[in-house]
């Protein structure tokens, strides 16, 4: 709150706080705030001040790097795993660095969440038939029942990236594959 105090004085504006405060993450976009708390305004487009002082990711920034994501890791580019991961480190390390100010741990969560969920269906994509599914799971240590309930529903990819693949392909194998971590 000071850092808006602040800059509204310098600018020639009364303090009338109740003014300034944003009374939801729609209006952040134009407070007048840097999210570093410095002068600048750099990332006042993809970052807003809660009225609490918490710095927080807006939705537009996160819906942009799901759509760039998704692009990213388009599952017909036929590409092998490691061959996806290289420019999805590049771009996650990116943005992890310039919102790493923001403070709010369960939007990384989330977001690491759904990008492990969507490479586990671009994995089964690529195996395509419920025999090789079995087999690779197999291979990588999954239970006969764990692989055989996988490769019964083979042509659910999402579906099957949900739940019983969760203790196959677990945060150890993305750490493995280079995957970073936002949390």
């Keep these: 709150m000071a850092v808006?105090?602040?800059?509204?004085?310098?600018?020639?504006?009364?303090?009338?706080?109740?003014?300034?405060?944003?009374k939801s993450t729609r209006q952040c976009s134009t407070l007048p705030v840097s999210a570093s708390g410095g002068g600048s305004l750099g990332r006042l487009d993809?970052?807003?001040?809660?009225?609490?002082?918490?710095?927080?990711?807006?939705?537009?920034?996160?819906?942009?790097?799901?759509?760039r994501i998704g692009q990213?890791?388009?599952?017909?580019?036929?590409?092998?795993?490691?061959?996806?991961?290289?420019?999805?480190?590049?771009?996650?390390?990116?943005w992890k660095a310039y919102f790493g100010l923001a403070q709010t741990p369960r939007v990384w969560r989330e977001l690491d969440e759904w990008i492990r969920h969507r490479l586990r269906a671009i994995q089964l994509k690529h195996w395509k038939r419920g025999t090789t599914?079995?087999?690779?799971?197999?291979?990588?240590?999954?239970?006969?029942k764990v692989a055989r309930l996988v490769a019964a529903n083979s042509r659910r990819w999402w579906h099957n990236s949900r739940l019983a693949l969760n203790s196959v392909m677990?945060?150890?194998?993305?750490?493995?594959?280079?995957?970073?971590r936002l949390s």
Excluded at 46 to 67: D, H, I, N, P, S
Excluded at 72 to 94: A, D, I, K, Q
Aim: hydrophobic letters at 35%; glycine letters at 6%; charged letters at 30%.
């Design 133 to 144: 599914m079995y087999r690779e799971l197999l291979a990588l240590g999954a239970s006969v």
């Design 46 to 67: 993809a970052m807003c001040m809660w009225a609490v002082g918490k710095r927080a990711v807006l939705k537009k920034a996160r819906e942009t790097f799901k759509q």
């Design 170 to 180: 677990t945060i150890a194998y993305f750490d493995r594959l280079g995957v970073p």
């Design 4 to 22: 808006i105090l602040r800059h509204s004085q310098t600018k020639g504006r009364d303090n009338n706080d109740h003014r300034y405060r944003p």
């Design 72 to 94: 990213l890791t388009s599952r017909t580019c036929g590409r092998s795993m490691t061959e996806l991961v290289e420019p999805l480190r590049r771009y996650m390390l990116g």
